[in-house]
């Protein structure tokens, strides 16, 4: 789970004691699973999004480009890796209908994984702004390791807009097979992304949010 990012050996990044929490869990979860006969199912959904998200994805992002900054970071070819946050509720409500026996785990996610620069293009469009113009990565990560920096020796809460990881999740791909979900817990979303960026932004309008 550990993603080696520059001087990850000196001064670890945040996202990966994510990372590596996460894997533990999962790890002791299986292990204490077996040891006591029991019937335990962990859904690992891809990247979450929907309405009343307020702290990181795509709100932080909706907030730039409200902001009128007509540069940004991001990329035309990485795929990134969706759910909608209703269907990961029905995910939910499908693993506990079918109960599977002993230890089981499935990666929740849209089937088909849509590249980053769209994404980005329905929610500027839904929002009414002008998509930010790509910058490239070249500039973007010296930004984003400078930000980080600072935010750790002065020990800030809360993480700047980018840093390493982020800096990373705007130009690589990211993405996953739901097979398995689909098979055992019958599970597809029934949200198109169109669907769910619509709703997420005109809840975000609703509540003045944006």
């Known amino acids: 789970p550990r993603y080696m990012y520059f001087l990850e050996s000196v001064w ?12 533990m869990a999962v790890k002791e979860t299986e292990d204490f699973t077996w040891r006591n006969s029991m019937n335990i199912t962990v859904l690992h959904p891809v990247w979450v999004y929907g309405e009343r998200e307020s702290s990181s994805g795509f709100y932080e992002y909706m ?24 269907d990961l509720a029905r995910a939910y409500h499908l693993a506990l209908k079918n109960s599977p026996s002993g230890f089981s785990d499935y990666i929740i996610g849209n089937k088909t994984v849509d590249k980053l620069e769209d994404i980005f293009t329905l929610v500027c469009r839904e929002m009414g702004q002008r998509k930010p113009m790509n910058l490239p990565k070249f500039i973007c990560w010296p930004v984003g390791f400078s930000a980080e920096l600072f935010a750790s020796l002065l020990k800030l809460k809360r993480p700047p807009f980018l840093t390493r990881a982020r800096v990373n999740m705007f130009y690589d791909s990211i993405c996953y097979s739901t097979q398995k979900a689909e098979n055992e817990l019958s599970f597809t ?6 669907e769910g960026i619509r709703n997420t932004v005109q809840w975000y309008k609703d509540n003045r949010l944006i």
């Open 12 to 23: 670890p990044s945040g996202m990966n004691f994510y990372r590596i929490s996460k894997s």
């Open 63 to 86: 907030k730039f480009v409200r902001s009128g900054i007509p540069f940004g970071p991001g990329s035309r070819s990485n795929l990134f890796h969706l759910i909608y946050a209703r």
């Open 189 to 194: 979303c029934r949200y198109s992304l169109e």
